[in-house]
């Protein structure tokens, strides 16, 4: 866990990839987070379960895509029970906070830290599958019920290899994200580093759709939709943001 001297600004907004190990694992993934997850994909095994990843590391530019697309209308925005919104019926700050549900502001995605990754159970659907990463599918009656039961009672007991889930909860700001795991130990000191006008210095941009309105609601859309709780983490690292947090 000693190989980042470099929680540089462009590391922790997606614009700089040389921490990203691309071959490992079956997704680029940060290069430190390797070795702990394939101990827990082994638990997994012995569990029954194909532990994989669908997503991990994530760049600027691929989130960029993703937000303007949904701000112009040509990708779906949705609301929780994944309907399509018309989005020609709602403001810009409706609209930003809808996207936000469940689409993170480039540049501040934890997925352009490579410690944050969306899984699902290989094993429990045909390998021709079309993955939706939804509510239904991660729920306990949903193919990928049993796997996200069994993370839920390592990461409760302190035995998931560092793993846990920031989104587990609705705090009125990102979706609950059942699928969605963190690598604590890297992910916090990543977090430790972001500060709330220094951010959005670094993202503001004349690429970035919805970009005044963003602007205008920035203390908020960083309290409710960038910043993760440090009561998310595990015990052990609350300490390390709750400093930090207490100034937001
Ligand atoms: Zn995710």
Redesign the pocket.
Known sequence: MNSIPLLTPAVLTGSDDNFIDHSSLERPVHRDIVAPWRSLVAEARAAGFDLAIA?GYRNYQRQLQIWNAKACGERAVVDLEGIPLDINALDEWQLVQAILRWSALPGASR?HWGT?I?VYDRAAVPADYQLQLSAAEAADTGPFGALHRWLDQRIEAGTAFGFFRPYAHDRGGIAP?RW?LSYAPLAVRCQRQLRVDQLWAELNSPSLALGATVAQHWPTIFARYIWVPAQAYPTQFREHLSEIESRI
Do not use: G
């Open positions: 997503s997925h944050d969306d994200e969605h």
